[in-house]
Each structure stands twice: as C-alpha cells, then as structure tokens.
T-cell receptor, first 116, second 108 residues
Framework: ETGVTQTPRHLVMGMTNKKSLKCEQHLGHNAMYWYKQSAKKPLELMFVYNFKEQTENNSVPSRFSPECPNSSHLFLHLHTLQPEDSALYLC???????????????FGEGSRLTVL | GENVEQHPSTLSVQEGDSAVIKCTYSDSASNYFPWYKQELGKGPQLIIDIRSNVGEKKDQRIAVTLNKTAKHFSLHITETQPEDSAVYFCAAPREATFGRGTSLIVHP
C-alpha cells in the first residue's frame, strides 16, 4: 500500500464512450501526476498538478482531460479515445513539483485501459 | 527538456550474479537521482536514490553510483535473487521523466 489509490483497476470502453479515471492520495502531498505506460513508451508523463494548478501538459491530445479539484484527488476524463490509447495509466504524487526536484514519487497500481 | 537514456533494455542473469543498469542524463543542474522497481501488476516504487553531494550509496544488496562529470548514474544489485526480477527505471526528477526501463530476469 503506497497511499495512492486508483480506480477502476480495469476499464474497457468503446471509442465513443466517456469515462473517468480517479486517483486519491492520503499522503498530504501537494503534487500529483498522470503517466501513460505502454510497450512503446514506458512511463510517459502526461500531466502535472502542483497545489491544484496544472503545471505541465506534455502535448497530450485533448481527448484526455485532467481535473484536480484539490490536492488529494486527481481525475482523468476520457472521451472519443482511439485503440492506441490502450495502456496502463498510472497516477503518482510527491511532496512538491516546482522549483527543482520532485523528490520521491509515490505511484498507485494503475488503471488498465482497453479501447475497443 | 531533460533527456534520460537507460541501458540495457533487458538483462538476464543467473541467481547469485551481479547486475548493473546505467543511466545517462543531460541536465547539469540535476542533483537527485532515484531508481524505481516495478513488479508485475504494480506501480513503480522507489528502491534507492542518491544526491549529488555523494558518489555512492548502498542499501544491503543494492547500490547506486553517481558520476556527475560524465552525467551518468548506475544501479548495482549484488547476489541477485529471483525476487529481484522486475522492471527497473531511472528518473530525472527535475522534469518527472523516466528512462525506458530495464527488464531484469534472474534465473534460479
């Protein structure tokens, strides 16, 4: 148990569906991250939030829409995805994400997404 | 942005042998160098890290060495065991980016 919980663990969706991934951290951290992990590009950084503000958007397509209502919760809203978006989506948190090193990242166990 | 190169992509060893994984980085301002282990079905977890004011750090069978001049740092695992089999990642925390990973297989 790392203190970062992701739901659902598995998700299958069609290309026209709308779904959301949820991440919650109980570590009192101020920064949260979304990563995409696939065979082609392991651990690809997607978004970074620091104190609820988005500080990084790594050229992610608009069909992925993040939301960070507070420092403990992070969502990834999914709509009109493509089969190549099938991957493991990992959430992480750290004490901070600005002004230098992030420090240790604490990862959840991921949400395995399959787009049909 | 920060560029992190990790080698090898796959490493197969016999139980009891040593394993070494190397990462090179590009940002001279980096001062924190972590290694993560990812087991099947789990997210990556930090196993060891080093700061730029030291050249080596050990924790039982694992160690990390840092060469700031050459901009590379390495993970060393001695007396490998089957439970060491996993994917290992180095990271460049200044931009929260990771190397491509090394799949370590330890044969009993």
């Amino acid at each position: 148990e790392t203190g970062v919980t992701q739901t659902p663990r598995h998700l299958v969706m069609g290309m026209t569906n709308k779904k959301s991934l949820k991440c919650e951290q109980h570590l009192g951290h101020n920064a949260m991250y979304w990563y995409k992990q696939s065979a082609k590009k392991p651990l690809e950084l997607m978004f970074v939030y620091n104190f609820k503000e988005q500080t990084e958007n790594n050229s992610v397509p608009s069909r992925f829409s993040p939301e960070c209502p507070n420092s403990s919760h992070l969502f990834l809203h999914l709509h009109t995805l493509q089969p190549e978006d099938s991957a493991l989506y990992l959430c992480a948190s750290s004490p901070r994400a600005s002004g230098g090193n992030t420090g240790e990242l604490f990862f959840g166990e991921g949400s395995r997404l399959t787009v049909l | 942005g920060e560029n992190v190169e990790q080698h090898p992509s796959t490493l197969s060893v016999q139980e009891g042998d040593s394993a070494v994984i190397k990462c090179t980085y590009s940002d001279s301002a980096s001062n924190y160098f972590p290694w993560y282990k990812q087991e099947l079905g789990k997210g990556p977890q930090l196993i060891i890290d080093i700061r730029s004011n030291v050249g080596e750090k050990k924790d039982q069978r694992i160690a990390v060495t840092l060469n700031k001049t050459a901009k590379h740092f390495s993970l060393h695992i001695t007396e490998t065991q089957p439970e060491d089999s996993a994917v290992y990642f180095c990271a460049a925390p200044r931009e929260a980016t990771f190397g491509r990973g090394t799949s370590l297989i330890v044969h009993p």
